[in-house]
């Protein structure tokens, strides 16, 4: 293979085509594939019948054309095969919801978060069982060890996650993951240790290192240098991750590309070392082979200790082909050695589009391509070193924003310290330690100790940016769209390719959309509104023309994590909602206002309303008073209740009534029967186009007497999928249908959105963005 490789169309050697084509082809089949199938097969094959047309011009005659178009039913071919064959391993729904028992393998590390742990499973052979791999919750557990073997009963469902704008697709990473199903333990019977495996073996060293670095220690900083060891996170604090974001700098805690080509490159250049001194057999092997393979063992050797992941398997294939020029004697192109690591990646597993750090770590090394190879001058390693930062700094700004990251514009400077401090003197130094460990724990544990107070200053200096000044230099917000960051990325490009001083005028234009964002707000009189997808609890957005008030923030799983972080804030960062005029927390439950303390250390609130006591909260709180009304451009709030004297907090729930243009959306929060029948007996019309049900459709609420004075066009319900209350109950639905309402779900159907002041349009998150690897739910 040279330098311009190329394929030859066999009748007519002049039309040659170039590799480089063909894999870029190959490509973009994969990505169009993956992006078009949907969850039905049948509808799949018509949607593969549509991506087939171009092969029609393509293939006509023997022209330069068709071996391209070979490569792109290749392509079509990789991407419908893994669509079925992930749709294949979908557990039936039958099995949802039921007890199970199982003999199972503890799989990789268990996460230790606090009241539960969290870990995989595989199921032992032997068994007759429709899943081979889930992950599993156990509250209240015993201590877990990889490769034990247990007698597990278990409630599984599928693995959902949240399905709103912005959120983490757990669907797609369930597949990529190969987790089948999630679920909790009902109950366990030790069965003893699993047998001899290196995987077991490897995940037990991870855990050994993680409990020795914990009790050496006992400090703060312990989880980063664990996660740097191991690749295990679990052990990062939320402040620490907040810390970490806000500079610029969480990839360094995070082993991927970065830290897997700093061994290789730490491998090949002490090979080199060695073979200079005479140290190395280099009359029989050439040296620079010799430093390949080390690289790649060196590489290979860390990805296997840091748990194999798939962005380390992914930076592991970029290595090994980069390194395929001394190993194997190939001359091809960076681009077309580029495009190959890309299609080998996506062969592997197509599903990596769908995770950001594909295109993040790709579009950095495309940047760095286009920006060094072939380029003279920079001779200095600063010079170099400094331009690589900017150019990944350029690029990456705009797709972190778009993806609702902040982004410091101080990053590009403090990376410039960071990533020689962490990547090239921690993990080598750490390493370093764990190889001491095995011949002396004195030293280890004083390497140890000093790791941990350099990473002690690390983390200050990193405090230390934490001030208003650096704070406002990061950007938060977007306005651009996915046609801005397409323009944008050119422009850098332009910015960056030599001798195109005649585009640069083109500059400017290409950064209109960021500029002079276009807003899209309401139009007076209307509302739009999102009940948003957070599990069993309850957070639904209402925005007019120039005002946003959030009525209930859902619910605070863990101490370090809250469906407003998870939900809540990724949606009023894609809706560029920068603060909220007024909170309104129906009532004081935890799924109601766990969110509350995370979404005001996060965004501007101008006040928080309440029916009820905030456990936990010491803000201050405006009651909601009963007939209470406002107006925000033409569009009427009042409240129908709250604030009362019943003994029970939901029945003191904010019940919010919202009309804008003749149409109205009642609000209940968790009131009961009780509180229904004092709403029908006052003299305020219930009458409502929307209707939130009442306590996510328990069977104390949303009575026929309720409904019929409601008499909703449409029913919302919030409730979590297969939760453990049984909401919405039998008993409420089978009200509803005797209504003809139209009933919609968060549960199945994602987040709900609509015009309030419109004719009923809504449709759900997951039926505007619908996969082959999202299942359907009814």
Known sequence: MTN???????ENNKHSIRLGSCVFTYIAAIVLATLCLGPSLPLCLKVIGVLLLPLIPLCAGCSRLRIPAVFYLLGLTVGFYHAVSTQNLWVEKGLYGQVLTMKAKVQGLPSDLGDFQRFNVSLLPGQEAPFKQLRLSWYGGPELQPGDQWLLTVKLKPPL????????????????????ATGYVVSGIWLGEGG??????RDQLRQRIAITVKSLLQSDSSGLLIALMTGDKSGVLP???????QTGTTHLMVISGLHIGLMAGLGFWLTLMLGRLGLLPVNRVPLPVIAAVMALLMALSYAVLAGFTVPVQRALVM?????????????????????????????????AITSAGLWYSFAAV???????????????????????????????????????QGVSLLSPVINLIAIPFVAGLMVPAAL??????????????????????????????????????????????????????????????ILLAPGAFTFFRLVPVLFLPWLLPKQKTPEFGLAKIAVLDVGQGLSVLIRTHSHSLLYDTGDAVLPRYSMAERVVLPYLRQQKISNLDRVVISHGDRDHAGGLDSLKSSIRVASVWAGSGIPDYSGYVHPCETGMFWEWDQVRFEFLAGNGQWSMTNDRSCVLKVTANGQSLLLTGDI??????????????????????PHHGSRYSGSSAFLNAVQPEVTLISAGYLNRFGHPSAEVLDRLEALETDVFNTATGGTLEFTLGLPVDLRSWRQRHSHYWQRPLM
């Not at 490789?5 to 066999?10: A, F, G, H, I, Y």
């Not at 001899?196 to 073996?201: G, I, T």
Request: charge should be positive; include cysteine.
């Open 4 to 10: 311009k490789t190329r394929l030859l169309c066999p």
């Open 161 to 180: 996650g949240n399905s709103s704008p912005g959120v983490f697709d757990m669907q797609a990473w369930a597949a990529r993951e190969g987790i089948q």
């Open 196 to 201: 001899f495996s290196l995987v077991d073996w």
């Open 239 to 245: 402040t620490q991750w907040q810390q970490l974001n």
């Open 319 to 351: 290595t090994g082909l980069a390194l395929s020029g001394p190993l194997f004697g190939i001359r091809a192109k960076p681009s077309t050695l580029y495009l190959l690591a890309l299609a080998l990646v996506l062969t592997i597993d197509p599903l």
């Open 366 to 404: 495309a940047v760095l391509l286009y920006g060094f190879v072939g380029r003279l001058g920079m001779n200095e390693y600063w010079q170099r070193w400094g331009h690589s930062q900017w150019l990944v700094f350029l690029l990456l700004f705009p797709l972190l924003l778009f993806n609702g």
């Open 432 to 493: 370093f330690a764990l190889l001491l460990s095995l011949f002396s724990l004195t030293l280890f544990q004083w390497l140890l100790v000093l790791l941990d107070r350099l990473m002690s200053y690390f983390l200050l200096g990193l405090g230390w940016l934490d001030q208003p000044l650096f704070k406002s230099l990061v950007v938060e917000r977007h306005d651009a769209g996915m046609a801005g960051v397409t323009f944008a990325s050119l422009a850098v490009f």
């Open 672 to 693: 009961s029967g009780r509180v229904e029948t004092a709403l029908l007996k006052g003299s305020k019309v219930l009458k409502s186009d929307y209707l939130l049900l």
